[in-house]
C-alpha cells in the first residue's frame, strides 16, 4: 500500500471517529432538548460507540494496526448486542417504546444499523491493512496530529459529560431500567 | 456501575494524550468488561422477572 493510500485510510479513520462522535451529541440533543433521561441499554449504546471511537483515534495516535480495529470490533459487538436487545424488548406490537425517533426510527434501530455499518467499515480497514506493504515507512500520526487532537478532545469532552449525566442519574450502582430523573447531586 | 465505565472510557482517552498505549489498552479492556458485565445483570435480571 502506497503512503497516500495509508493517508487516505487515516483521514477516513478521523472521519469514522467525527461521525461517532456527531452520533454521541445527536443522543445528547434528545436527552437535553427532549428531556429524555436515558435506559441502561441506550448507555451502553453510547459507551459502545466511544469504544469505536477509542479504536478509531489510537489508529491516528499509533498507527494503522489491525489491533486497533479489533478493539473497534469489541465495542460494535457490545453496541449490537445492547441495541439488539432494546429492539427485541419492544418488538412485540404494544410494548411500547422508548425515546426519540429520527425518520420514524428509533434510536436504537439507528445505533444497531450504525454499528452494523461500523463492522462492515472495519472489515474494510483490516482489509487495507492487510495490503500494506511493510517497506514503506508509516506516516502515522504525525500526518494529521491537528485533527487527532481536535477529535481526541471532542470525544474526551463527549465521554466526560456522559460520566457526569449518568452518575447524575444512576450514581455508582446500577442503572434503574426505567429511569426517572437526576436523583443523585454532583456535589 | 455505569458511570465508572465512561470515567475508564474517559481516563483511557485522557492517557493517549500522553501516548501511553499500555494505559490506554488497560482502560480500555476495563470498559469492556464493565459494559458485559452490566449487560449480562441487565439480561440476568431481566430473565429471572420473567421466569419468577
Known amino acids: 500500500m502506497s503512503i497516500s493510500t495509508e493517508k487516505k485510510c487515516l483521514l477516513a479513520n478521523a472521519l469514522g471517529a467525527f461521525a461517532l462522535a456527531m ?5 445528547f440533543f434528545f436527552q ?21 471511537g477509542f479504536a478509531l483515534i489510537m489508529n491516528l495516535r499509533f498507527g494503522l494496526k489491525a489491533s486497533h480495529y479489533m478493539l473497534g470490533f469489541l465495542g460494535a459487538i457490545l453496541t449490537i448486542l445492547s441495541s439488539l436487545r432494546q429492539i427485541l424488548l419492544h418488538i412485540i ?6 425515546g426519540g425517533a429520527i425518520f420514524s426510527w428509533h434510536l436504537y434501530t439507528w445505533s444497531f444499523i450504525a454499528s452494523f455499518g461500523f463492522l462492515c467499515a472495519t472489515c474494510v480497514g ?31 469532552a463527549i465521554s ?14 446500577y442503572c434503574p431500567s426505567n429511569p426517572s430523573g437526576y436523583p443523585h447531586k454532583l456535589l | ?21 499500555t494505559i490506554a489498552l488497560t482502560f480500555f479492556s476495563l470498559s469492556v468488561a464493565l459494559g458485559l458485565l452490566i449487560l449480562w445483570h441487565h439480561f440476568h435480571f431481566n430473565s429471572l422477572k420473567i421466569i419468577l
Open chain 2, 1 to 21: 456501575m455505569m458511570a465508572l465505565l465512561f470515567l475508564a472510557l474517559s481516563a483511557g482517552l485522557f492517557s493517549l494524550l500522553f501516548k501511553k498505549r
Open chain 1, 23 to 27: 452520533i454521541l451529541i445527536v443522543a
Open chain 1, 126 to 156: 483490516l482489509w487495507c491493512q492487510s495490503q500494506l506493504n511493510r517497506s514503506t515507512k508509516a506516516p502515522s500520526a504525525t500526518t494529521y496530529k491537528p485533527l487527532f487532537y481536535v477529535l481526541l478532545f471532542l470525544l474526551l
Open chain 1, 32 to 52: 437535553f432538548s427532549d428531556k429524555e433521561v436515558p435506559c441502561p441499554l441506550c448507555l451502553l449504546q453510547r459507551a459502545g460507540f466511544l469504544l469505536m
Open chain 1, 160 to 173: 466526560l459529560t456522559n460520566t457526569v449525566s449518568t452518575y447524575m442519574e444512576c450514581g455508582l450502582n
Open chain 1, 93 to 98: 406490537p404494544g410494548t411500547g417504546t422508548y
